[in-house]
């Protein structure tokens, strides 16, 4: 599915990824940790095509395709979707046209039939009431006004409704209660059908928890230094990331 | 014929503006406000000076909705059997009475009427009022003159809609006088979908009495060349006066708000904001002038230009300009440019919208910020269909 290899990317001319190797097969659940400043966030970034990196060299291969060589609305239609840290508010853009919007255009990239109004609504409601989520979101503008959780299921509407190949999830646990945790939780896992893919930074042990990943790796100075099964997840739990030899300068 | 010389006397029906006219003469490059809006050409150019009041309504029968009272003129001639108007709204042509403007270009349209189209609103109206304008000329120069009059203690939401179909090059002087009567409301939005072969000005006059609100928002596009002109003098006490305008335009189009408003009495609220999004090489000018006399205690002023510059080429000119004889007031003016918020721009296409597409949704996104004040929700509604926004 996806395959990096030896990526230098810089963000404001300071590079941040140093040769970064990454393979992710189908249907594999993969998570990033490592300490504030260590890449996760420049991989994902550098994967969806954001305006801020720029790759200096190596290689990304997606299905097959040269990834850098698509541009972000492109990258989006082929599969790849980010969930972002903190979703930016757009006022003024009602968040079912926004939601409508980017489920057509994806749909016309496959050669598919648009969805008219009808149709939409009876899929979305559906999704919706799979995983509680608040019709009142769809009248409102897009994360306007939302709180950190609404904006996070907001992101898991998004995901439901597009279907993406490959999940790149920037900390999406951060800023949910608990029982938020489970509901985005039991949304991702309800997208795993063998074939999809997931890349998630995340920075607890509870988020592996509940969709426990195939790979765990710990991301350092831009190079990935340690993968391992989900043991390791729960290793550096209880040991930090000192054990593993990584030290954080912000403290 | 020309306007440069004046030389249309066989046409003129009030002589008392004409003679202000000429004692005034049309705006050229000499005065401040029309330095960077020039509008000499527009003089100079041959047109038309009959126009025929025979438009087809038939394109627009969609506007006949059964939540407005509504309203069809065409080419300036009221439309009556077009019109489901009730007894508490009044159209009416009327005896003029002089208008005391500093304007010349609202002298120049009112100088080719004998009698004055009104509209009284004489009772709180259930449900708003949709006027719709509709032009349909070759190259012609189109005066029109409506006075919009609120009795004493009433509220009224009126749309107003200019369609024009012109082909040709057509300057439409469009002459509005809002006459806000004591402890009153109206609610007025203005939308405009000029072709691009018109000038249009639109020379905003008002008398405003005491304890009275006027809010107005203006949605302008499409034409050519494009003129607000805002004329405000405010003598009565607790009066309450905002302008929210938004100027999208693109290719060669030129589009200005220039406001003269005058604070003459106590407690008085004035706020003029537009935003402008300006793609290709458009150009914009915000000239904003608030005068607080020194007898106008504790007035509010906010004047603010807001712009998005989509492109390299294009130009805004802003200048809020405050001038203050009195201590005690709040003021602020401020203008502001900047390009299309990449970050937003960055979701939209990371959703798989097309840049293009996402550019046009950012920009909807502003002209629905400011909609998204009305109060009125069927007019909001209204006008969000009407634009074809939020079409899900």
């Not at chain 1, 490959?166 to 039991?186: M, T, W």
């Amino acid at each position: 599915m996806l395959d990096i290899k030896d990526l230098y990317v810089n963000i404001n001319k300071k590079e941040i990824l140093k040769g970064l190797n990454l393979n992710i097969k189908p249907g594999e659940v993969h998570v990033l940790m490592g300490i504030n400043g260590a890449g996760k966030s420049t991989l994902v970034k550098a994967i969806s095509s954001h305006y801020d990196c720029e790759v200096n060299s190596g290689s990304i291969q997606y299905k097959e395709k040269n990834l850098l060589a698509l541009n972000t609305t492109q990258r989006a239609n082929e599969g790849i979707f980010m969930s972002f840290q903190n979703p930016v508010e757009i006022p003024g853009i009602n968040n079912m046209y926004f939601l409508k919007t980017a489920l057509n255009e994806k749909r016309k990239h496959l050669n598919q039939e648009e969805l008219n109004a009808a149709s939409f609504l009876k899929l979305i409601r559906e999704k919706m009431s799979l995983f509680n989520l608040d019709e009142k979101v769809l009248k409102r503008n897009l994360n306007e006004g939302f709180s950190g959780g609404e904006k996070k299921r907001n992101e898991l509407l998004q995901l439901l409704i597009l279907e993406p190949d490959l999940l790149l999830l920037d900390e999406i646990d951060s800023g949910l209660d608990i029982d938020a945790i489970k509901i985005v939780a039991r949304g991702i896992n309800s997208l795993l059908d063998g074939k999809r893919s997931i890349l998630m930074i995340t920075h607890y042990d509870r988020m592996c928890e509940l969709i426990k990943p195939d790979f765990v790796h710990i991301l350092s100075e831009g190079k990935i230094i340690k993968t391992g099964d989900y043991s390791l997840a729960v290793e550096l739990e209880k040991t930090g990331f000192e054990a593993f030899g990584v030290q954080d300068e912000t403290h | 014929m020309k306007l440069i010389d004046l030389d249309f006397k066989n046409e003129v029906k009030d002589d008392s503006s004409f003679k202000t006219l000429q004692k005034l003469k049309l705006p050229n490059k000499s005065i401040e406000e029309f330095k960077r809006f020039d509008l000499s050409q527009l003089y100079e150019t041959p047109f038309n000076f009959n126009y025929s009041s025979d438009v087809s309504i038939e394109p627009f029968e969609y506007l006949k909705k059964d939540e407005f009272y509504y309203i069809f003129i065409s080419n300036s001639q009221f439309l009556p059997l077009h019109s489901n108007i009730n007894t508490s709204i009044i159209f009416q042509e009327e005896q003029k009475t002089k208008t005391v403007s500093n304007n010349a270009l609202y002298h120049l349209s009112e100088s080719f009427f004998k009698e004055r189209n009104q509209i009284s609103i004489t009772q709180n109206l259930d449900k708003p009022l949709l006027i719709i304008n509709l032009f349909k000329n070759q190259n012609s120069f189109v005066p029109t003159s409506l006075n919009i009059s609120i009795e004493k203690n009433c509220n009224a939401d009126i749309v107003e809609l200019f369609i024009s179909q012109n082909s040709d090059e057509c300057f439409l002087n469009i002459n509005r006088l809002f006459d806000v009567k004591e402890n009153a409301t109206l609610n007025y939005t203005k939308i405009e979908e000029f072709s691009q072969y018109d000038t249009t000005i639109f020379n905003c006059n008002s008398k405003v009495e005491k304890d009275s609100n006027l809010n107005i928002i203006s949605l302008d596009s499409h034409a050519k060349k494009s003129l607000n002109l805002w004329d405000f003098f405010l003598g009565c006490d607790n009066i309450t006066l905002t302008i929210n305008g938004i100027v999208n335009i693109k290719d060669n189009q030129h589009s200005a708000n220039i406001a003269n408003i005058t604070h003459d009495a106590k407690n008085i609220s004035s706020q003029v904001h537009i935003q402008h999004i300006l793609d290709d090489k458009s150009q914009a000018l915000f000239d904003v002038k608030t005068t607080i006399n020194e007898n106008a205690k504790f007035a509010k002023v906010t004047q603010s230009s807001k712009t998005t510059l989509v492109s390299d080429d294009a130009r805004i000119n802003a200048q809020p300009r405050l001038q203050i004889y009195t201590d005690e007031l709040e003021a602020n003016h401020s203008a502001t440019t900047g390009a299309i918020n990449q970050e937003e721009l960055y979701y939209l296409k990371s959703r798989g919208i097309p840049s293009h597409k996402a550019i046009t949704m950012i920009i909807e996104s502003f002209e629905n910020k400011i909609i998204d004040k009305i109060t009125n929700e069927t007019v909001k509604h209204f006008i969000k269909e009407f634009k074809g926004k939020d079409n899900v």
